[in-house]
């Protein structure tokens, strides 16, 4: 995305555009940078392409049938747009897509192309899962120059590999998609959210535990660095209000117990999705760390003890979102390092381009899958010449 | 047996087959290796009984390391490699070759690690999809995906077919409920993917890895997810006078914004049968049965309970019952789970289809697979995973009777090709296997199918794990990897850039 003043952005409407563009990039020995509304383009590492291919004239709904819970429309389609069709029909993406304007200073909440493509999921990952778990069938151009269809619109089929799913969270780097079906789902009637007061981080994550390993069924289980720890109950009223009576009992041990009703704990939740609670200073690294739920606390003892931090506890501890502060690097080492003592990964998801280009951003893979990564991105773009380099330097 | 064309014969396996049954030896010791024809017979089929193929050797290994060790050697050597869980398989997945090594995996039987904070258990591939939920029932939990084998079925060939169930629209197919697994690739390298968190990193190789039919490597251990039992469980059984009624019906419950644990359709033919084994105390005068099963608390359960039944009546239901206690809910489901056998006793023979439509579809395929049943001749009942549209009609038949088989696997093709037709899938959750094998060109392009093969490639760049299941020809990394490049001038002038 350097030298911008030599490239040449394409803008194509149509699947057959998007080919005859990506032959033309292959003939040229051109590289592309796939993208939407450009949301996320600083998330991932920096690319030194010499095209644009601008997907978001690719949009439009060509099906919807929410009693099929089904919906099929253009990758370039704004999200926002489809939210909101969605919610008119009381239904919604269950894996509740976050919006990152606030964490990367931009505003749009981007295009349905690049919250697959990122395959980030919301609060209610914990009970819903994520993106890969609701895209049902995509259409996609890959680096060969080749349009190819994947999946289907229907929730059971295991007819051939699930190339949905390698799609899903590929930043651009397989293929650019032009058309994606989800599986949608009804919004619930009702939510409530437990609030519990002070609790350190420890007797929080394993108040979240207790309530996600109950039958009360949380759909979100979070603690805000402002000491708030958080618990989701979504569904039918009366459901809804005997659960919260179960949950009290159940977390009894842990003090005072506020509850708050629909309007205050939809906001409060918009909030956790999009991580509100850290800052938009883009000079402060930001990390997206995935752990075992239980040890999310035992992590964040491990960085608190070397790192000045401000953490959102998301997922019942599964998912931590660290800003950094008054460290000139992104503190790679001491992230990762820790890691490697729970289990699971770490994204540099802000840093400032510099930082990206000199540490790896998403977690580096041992030898032999790293390979297999490579052999994967091999057979989709051979020439590399989508996304090159944004996901693993070795990719490339 | 039909006409199935498998790969041509690797000769050099066959004539090595004394060493390589002694190299298999030396890597597995003790009885794990099994070469003698009357002992081999056990596997030279799977669920799919119709084909039948003695394997090259079979061996069955107990260590992460000895499956590095024989994959590494069969990929070294050239040979070919069919993995099988339990053997359930109803598409033919596991079906040997004749100059291939069957890598059995049920020694792999072991429960590793149950984690009730994490709400996870990693067991060995071999553990059966039941034995996960029996391990973790005592303190309140169970692995969601139930497939109707599941009593036999193993969790690492549930991988393999991405396995599903009646409760799959809730709660998912198998590819939703996993968290991390340890794979060995044909090269015998071993890679974890995945762990006990959330969200795999880097591109999500356990989502290819669930249902690719064991083509891409091997499983050795996998991590599940698990969930808390819910509190209450009731059903409903709801009897209609026709199909479309009951196909509405469950529309108008889904856009009410209710997802049932589980909607299962039955036709009369298909009601009939149950009933006339079972005895569940079906209504016989209708066409159409539904059953709904709705979980959760107690008063959520109830109150969707008198919603479920207020749709019924509005779309014409005749009988609308509630179970009442847990027996009664058992019973309603008696039926449908001894839908196959009890359509056994009807027919010697029957073929279960496993096509998925888009549910509205539902009127337009039935009434076309009542004329196609006439056509061929051959009676067809009924079972439909309504909620998420699977369907699984049976076609009766005798394969004592020269040229019924042929018939009926005509007869099917046509069904499958219908579900295509209307927007649906080839298979929802048996698998392609050998069975839909020559039928895929039906769903996929060339250039679909050359995408999905050139993956294979990075996995299997010989292509000798599985080969001839899946996909209609054997493709050639070598050959098929080459890009041809063309056309240098810019297209589209008009295109708008920036």
Known sequence: ?396 | MSHLKMPDVNQDSIRARKNIVADLQSICPGEAVISHENEMRAFESDGLTAYRQMPLVVVLPQTTQQVSQVLKYCYDNDIRVVPRGAGTSLSGGALPLEDGVLLGMGKFNQILDIDYDNRCVTVEPGVTNLGITHAVEGQGFYYAPDPSSQIACSIGGNIAENSGGVHSLKYGLTTNNVLGFEVVLITGEVIEIGGKHMDSEGYDLMGILTGSEGLLGVVTKVTVRILRKPETARALLIGFPSSEDAGQCVADVISGGIIAAGMEMMDRPAIHAAEDFVHAGYPLDVEALLIVELDGPEVEVDHLIKEVSKTAKANNAVSVQASTSEEERMNFWAGRKAAFPAVGRISPDYYCMDGTIPRHQLPTVLSRMAKMSAKYGLRVANVFHAGDGNMHPLILYDANVEGELEKTEEFGAEILKLCVEVGGVLTGEHGVGVEKRDLMPAMFSEIDLEHQQRLKCAFDAKGLLNPGKVFPQLYNCAEMGKMHISGGKLPFPDIPRF
């Open chain 1, 1 to 396: 995305m350097n030298n911008q003043e030599n490239n040449q952005i394409f803008k194509p409407t149509s699947e057959t555009q998007v080919c005859e563009m990506v032959k033309w990039v292959l003939a040229n020995n051109e590289s592309i940078d796939v993208f939407g509304t450009h949301t996320r383009r600083n998330v991932g590492k920096p690319m030194d392409t010499t095209c644009g291919l601008d997907m978001s004239g690719l949009k439009g709904v060509q099906l919807y049938e929410p009693e099929e819970l089904v919906l099929s429309a253009g990758a370039g389609s704004s999200l926002a747009e489809i939210e909101k069709l969605l919610k008119d029909n009381n239904q919604q993406f269950e894996f509740e897509p976050p919006n990152f304007s606030h964490l990367l200073g931009n505003t749009s909440s981007g295009t349905l192309g690049g919250m697959v493509a990122c395959g980030f999921a919301g609060p209610r990952r914990v009970k819903a899962g994520s993106v890969r778990d609701h895209v049902l069938g995509v259409r996609t151009v890959s680096g060969r120059g080749e349009l190819f269809k994947s999946g289907g619109r229907v929730v059971k089929n295991v007819t051939g590999y699930d190339l949905p799913k390698i799609l899903t969270s590929s930043w651009g780097t397989l293929g650019a998609m032009t058309q994606i079906t989800f599986k949608v789902l009804p919004k619930p009637e009702t939510e409530n959210t437990l609030i519990l007061l002070g609790l350190d981080s420890t007797s929080a994550n394993r108040a979240m535990t207790m309530a996600l390993g109950s039958v009360v069924d949380v759909s979100g289980a979070a603690l805000l660095p402002d000491g708030r720890t958080a618990l989701r109950l979504e569904g039918i009223k009366p459901s809804v209000k005997s659960r919260v009576e179960t949950l009290k009992k159940i977390l009894v041990e842990f003090g005072d117990i506020d509850v708050l009703q629909k309007t205050q704990s939809s906001k409060l939740w918009a909030d956790v999705r999009d991580v509100k609670a850290l800052s938009s200073n883009g000079e402060n690294a930001i990390w997206r760390i995935c752990v075992p739920p239980a040890a999310g606390a035992k992590y964040l003892e491990l960085i608190e003890q070397q790192l000045d931090v401000t953490a959102v506890m998301d997922w019942g501890g599964g998912l931590i979102w660290l800003e950094i502060h008054d460290q000139k690097t992104a503190c790679a080492a001491q992230i990762r390092s820790a890691v490697a003592k729970i289990g699971g990964h770490a994204t540099l998801f802000r840093a400032p381009e510099q930082s990206r280009a000199g540490s790896a951003v998403f977690q580096p893979q041992p030898n032999a899958l790293a390979a297999l990564t490579g052999r994967v991105k091999t057979v989709f773009d051979p020439k590399n010449i989508l996304n090159p380099g944004r996901m693993y330097e070795e990719v490339s």
